[in-house]
């Protein structure tokens, strides 16, 4: 990513800055493009831009040059030859909307038109907006829709981060905002409802770099029609028939992954048994050949006796943890009384939230975090030193779009963070484990896949010891 959620403002000056020391993003006399689907068409009608540039440096001058058409995908977007003449210092784009109607089948082929696209602009600073949240009904085409828009905004991220353009996350924000339903996001499921499209400029003007405060991740109601200023039919008429959509001139043929080699009992037991010969092994790769073990039917004691030597408080922290983390997963007849602390949690699609976002613990003694992840989009989780969200927030917001970033899951090096989860790819599972601080308190833990720390954070109480 991909890219950051949203940005630190700078100090309001003659020019706006994505982050610490980058590259101004608007300059006095800048002529910038706009294109993409109805969203950017949206955007032009409504003066949104020119709108936030006016009321933040109304000494600022910036020409605005709008080609948004509803309907417009990807491979739609103009080329560089199509607007040589206007020579534009900027580009905002905005797709992934109409796209992700064609599935997740799509994804990869929409990735690399984007990041194509961006590279065909190399002396130009590139803004790649992300699609907004839908509201998914019972019908099971919308629904569809609904979880691969939140797969396609990501690939926007991706892109960013392989040409280093800036993206702007709206669907995030957005979406964490629809969760309370009133009033509502949209007026058709797909397209921004008036109500939301003030939430939808501060948080623009916020991400640019033009407003000194985060906006309040709420939609505010107005009066008159909720319709929007264009018609958007069209986007709406594909969304409820996808098979009207046009061919597309090529298409790409899918890799298959190769199939995944089961481990065996044996494998398990001797990958375990090689901890007490001095083999190197990853813990990972231990952890997992435990839980083979334990998933044996039948074989519950035979994974205890093995497993419960290794749980001993003796052992490597990484080492016992593992143990008593498998230990908790056999068949409860099967179980020590020596155990670890599992929190189970999930990842709500759709709604950017942990569906466990409070627990508490005892100070000094193990802990376990499992979170399942059946979201379109992937969640890590870190556990932070008390009252330090927000400064992680904002460390997270520096990152930047960077592959670096990417690789290091969006998680900055900072003595704030005690325990982290690596990113939980859609449909995986992650597992952390850790000894609670032995200092009772209100620990947060929090997200920081872009655009989610504000949201999608909760609390871990540590509650004192039997000793203390």
Not at 114 to 127: C, D, G, I, K, Y
Not at 163 to 186: C, F, K, M
Not at 364 to 386: E, F, M, S, T
Request: aromatic share 4%.
């Amino acid at each position: 990513m991909l890219s950051p959620p949203r940005c630190i403002p700078m100090l309001l000056c003659l020019c706006l800055s994505m982050v610490a020391g980058a590259a101004p993003v608007f300059q006095e006399g800048d002529e910038v493009l706009v294109v993409g689907d109805g969203f950017a068409e949206e955007l032009a009608a409504r003066g949104v831009l020119e709108h936030i540039i006016q009321s933040a440096d109304p000494d600022l001058h910036v020409t605005f040059h709008h080609r948004g058409l509803g309907g417009t995908e990807v491979a739609d977007l103009p080329r560089s030859d199509d607007v040589a003449s206007l020579e534009p210092d900027v580009i905002i784009v905005c797709v992934g909307m109409v796209d992700a109607i064609r599935g997740d089948g799509h994804l990869r082929r929409f990735t690399h038109a984007l990041v194509e696209f961006t590279r065909a602009w190399p002396n130009q600073r590139v803004l790649l907006v992300t699609p907004i949240p839908t509201e998914p009904s019972a019908n099971h085409l919308e629904r569809s829709h609904a979880l691969a828009v939140g797969r396609f905004a990501d690939a926007v991220h991706e892109a960013a981060g392989r040409t280093e353009a800036i993206s702007i996350d709206l669907h995030g924000p957005l979406r964490r905002a629809a969760v309370n339903g009133q009033p509502a996001l949209t007026y058709d499921g797909m397209h921004l409802s008036n109500s939301a499209w003030g939430l939808a400029q501060e948080e623009l003007a916020w991400q640019l770099g033009l407003a000194g405060n985060d906006p309040r991740l709420e939609v505010l109601p107005v009066h008159g029609r909720e319709e929007g200023s264009t018609d958007q039919s069209m986007e709406f008429a594909l969304r409820i028939e996808p098979g009207s959509m046009p061919e597309l001139a090529t298409r790409e043929n899918p890799i298959e992954a190769p199939a995944p080699v089961g481990l065996t009992w044996d494998d398990a037991m001797a990958t375990v048994k090689s901890v007490d010969s001095g083999s190197k092994i990853s813990i990972e790769a231990l952890r997992a050949a435990m839980g083979r073990l334990v998933s044996e039917p039948g074989r519950g004691e035979a994974a205890r006796r093995v497993l419960l030597p290794l749980a001993n408080p003796d052992r490597n922290e990484a080492v016992r943890l593992a143990a008593l983390a498998a230990l908790d997963d056999l068949p409860v007849e099967h179980r020590p009384d020596e155990s670890i602390q599992t929190i189970r949690m999930h990842a709500v699609p759709v709604k950017m939230v942990y569906d466990v976002n409070r627990f508490e613990v005892v100070a000094g003694l193990p802990v376990r975090i499992v979170l399942d992840n059946p979201d379109a989009q992937p969640h890590n989780l870190l556990v932070l030193k008390p009252g330090s969200l927000r400064a992680i927030g904002r460390e997270v917001d520096v990152l930047g779009a960077t592959k670096e970033a990417k690789a290091r899951h969006w998680v900055p090096d900072s003595p704030r963070i005690l325990h982290v989860m690596p990113m939980v790819d859609p449909g995986g599972s992650g597992e952390l484990r850790f000894i609670a601080p032995s200092r009772p308190g209100r620990y947060p833990f929090v997200c920081t896949y872009p655009g989610h720390w504000r949201m999608m954070n909760g609390v871990m109480t540590v509650r004192p010891g039997p000793e203390d």
